[in-house]
């Protein structure tokens, strides 16, 4: 798999036709300290909520660019994916959340020393936004400014 | 991902991205991406198997560290 054979025809299509924003220049941040010394955010495109968070909107044309914050040591058990996507199976996710927001193995691997320490916030948001543009606009700054606060300095992005 | 991880990058975060698509990896040009052979919905290989995710994370997370990487890095996840 990781290619597009997995989709419908339908999807293969429009992942082939769609304009993918091009990042140019690549910014580059070179790490600073050692993955030891490091604290880490997680991010991911799942739309996972907790049990309190209103799931995302699945009506939104363009797709819900919305953010939630989850707490780092919140438990596995209590959270849900809500992405609205037909093109994939969530049976894996909805079974392990830590598939696509692996808030368990991250602490593990705290615990282990391979990294330092964990932020106390994780982002969610969900992906298959056809227009990125407000999501890269309006949500996504004013969150990155709480990460510099919280000195955050690596950050893992997981889609799914 | 790819987009967010960049504005990341501009503020001094250091990124990593995993990547289930290496064809849109290659247009987007995120600043670090670990490609993975998975299907979508299993960024992280199987569910309820935490060796194997703790695997793709140590691999991801690595790239952080490796000095000989220049943007934009494309690595590709070789199963263990």
């Known amino acids: 798999m990781g290619d597009l054979s997995e989709f419908s025809f339908k999807y293969r299509l429009y992942l ?48 819900d660019t ?37 808030v368990d193995r991250l602490r593990e691997m705290a ?9 106390h916030r994780y982002l969610s948001i969900m992906g298959s936004v056809t227009d990125p543009a407000q999501l890269i606009k309006t949500t996504i700054p004013p969150v990155v400014s709480k990460l510099v606060d919280d000195r955050v300095d690596i950050a893992l992005l997981i889609p799914v | 991902m790819s987009l967010v991880a960049a504005e990341l990058e501009r503020r001094g975060i250091s990124t990593v991205v995993i990547q289930l698509l290496r064809l849109v990896t290659e247009k987007v040009r995120p600043p670090r991406a670990l490609a993975v052979p998975f299907r979508h919905g299993y960024p992280l290989d199987s569910p309820n198997d935490p060796a194997k995710q703790r695997a793709v994370l140590e691999a991801a997370l690595s790239l952080l560290a490796d000095k ?13």
Request: charged share 25%; aromatic share 10%; hydrophobic share 40%.
């Open chain 1, 16 to 63: 082939k036709a769609y304009r993918w924003r091009r990042i140019d220049p690549v910014p580059w941040t070179p790490l600073k300290k050692p993955l030891p010394d490091c604290r880490l955010v997680l991010i991911s495109s799942a739309a996972i909520v907790t049990a309190d968070q209103d799931p995302f909107d699945n009506f939104i044309r363009i797709g």
């Open chain 1, 66 to 102: 919305g953010i939630r914050e989850i707490p780092w040591d919140v438990d596995i058990a209590t959270l849900r994916e809500t992405h609205r996507s037909k093109a994939f199976d969530h049976t894996g996710i909805r079974r392990d959340p830590n598939l696509a927001f692996p």
């Open chain 1, 111 to 119: 615990e282990a020393g391979f990294i330092g320490s964990l932020n």
């Open chain 2, 68 to 80: 000989s990487l220049q943007p934009p890095a494309i690595v590709d996840y070789e199963v263990r």
